[in-house]
């Protein structure tokens, strides 16, 4: 499979040579990703009640409870291939790198935080995304590659929406300074994760 991911603005790139390290426990990376796609849920459904003024805009309401729609939808999707396989969705889950890209949020800082929170979802999704994309084409276990190629395939989009959310708030500026040094510090922590059995894990 030849997946396209050219339109993805990441500053470091997935190698194929971390398939096999994910792959050495998929049920375990199974587990990690359907708590990823619980959590993104989450995510946009605390963004529907983050616009900055009293009536948030219909659009913003669309937005946010549809990509909840469509990660609940791969959510379902994950967890009964992880139970089928004999796994199981564990209660806890921790995710280093989401930790680590959330440190950046100016909190407190009122429409900046609002902006940062949006340009980190945007690029979870596009990580998130990139990812797919590589287990899509490099995965040796046919039934996972088939769902990667189609998760990428219905995501692709995410990371969009939430960059194009951040450029429409009102009373912002200096948007485009604030994601180049975002694309920066997320190179930085997606190539210093250790490796492991999980979507955003590295290889050293």
């Known amino acids: 499979m030849n997946t396209i991911v050219t339109d993805l603005p990441l500053r470091h790139q997935t190698p194929s040579e971390w398939v096999a390290l994910v792959m050495k426990d998929p049920l375990a990376l199974l587990n990690d990703h359907a708590h990823l796609e619980k959590k993104a849920a989450g995510n946009a459904l605390d963004l529907l009640s983050r616009w900055p003024e009293p009536n948030p805009p219909e659009n913003w309401v669309k937005v946010m409870t549809a ?38 949020v100016r909190m407190g800082q009122g429409r900046d935080e609002l902006m940062d929170r949006l340009m980190i979802s945007a690029l979870i999704e596009a990580r998130s995304c990139e990812r797919f994309a590589v287990m899509a084409e490099h995965c040796q276990d046919q039934e996972l590659a088939r769902l990667y190629a ?39 922590i997606i190539s210093s994760q250790p490796p492991g059995p999980s979507m955003h894990s590295g290889l050293s």
């Open 150 to 188: 189609d998760l990428y395939t219905s995501e692709a989009g995410h990371y969009q929406i939430f960059i194009g959310l951040a450029r429409e708030l009102p009373q912002i500026d200096k948007v485009d300074q604030r994601w180049d040094e975002m694309l920066d510090a997320e190179a930085k």
């Open 67 to 104: 990509i909840a729609r469509d990660e609940v939808e791969h959510l379902a999707i994950v967890v009964r291939l992880l139970a089928r396989r004999g796994g199981e969705l564990t209660r806890y889950h921790r995710n280093p790198y989401a930790a680590q890209l959330h440190q950046l």
